[in-house]
Nanobody, 120 residues
Framework: VQLQASGGGLVQAGGSLRLSCAAS????????MGWFRQPPGKEREFVAT????????RYADSVKDRFTISRDSAKDTVFLQMNSLKPDDTALYYC??????????????WGQGTLVTVSS
């Protein structure tokens, strides 16, 4: 499956952004989806994940209650709604796909990153 992320940009602290990740090439509904991020000078970290059917989601503690992951099977797209953004959320954001949510931390497929910069 090929993944194309978009929606990054520059936003002030407290603002919102919505990232999108369009999937193509394979059956979208066959994959659990996830978002990861890599802050400047740091390692890539898990942000959020959603099951194939969309019925279960899980978040990193640092984004819980601020970010929401969702998926639209009609558009083969997964979204990350980011609210109440903080400067610490500044990072290159990646979407990822894997056959199971249990292995999403080692996904088989990665999209290219989209840069989110939060100014103070």
């Amino acid at each position: 499956v090929q993944l194309q992320a978009s929606g990054g940009g520059l936003v002030q602290a407290g603002g919102s952004l919505r990232l999108s990740c369009a999937a193509s090439g394979r059956t979208f509904s066959s994959y659990a989806m996830g978002w990861f991020r890599q802050p400047p000078g740091k390692e890539r970290e898990f942000v959020a994940t959603i099951t194939r059917g969309g019925g279960y989601t899980r978040y990193a503690d640092s984004v819980k209650d601020r970010f929401t992951i969702s998926r639209d099977s009609a558009k083969d797209t997964v979204f990350l709604q980011m609210n109440s953004l903080k400067p610490d959320d500044t990072a290159l954001y990646y979407c990822a796909a894997d056959r199971s949510i249990t292995t999403i931390n080692r996904p088989g497929y990665w999209g290219q990153g989209t840069l989110v910069t939060v100014s103070s």
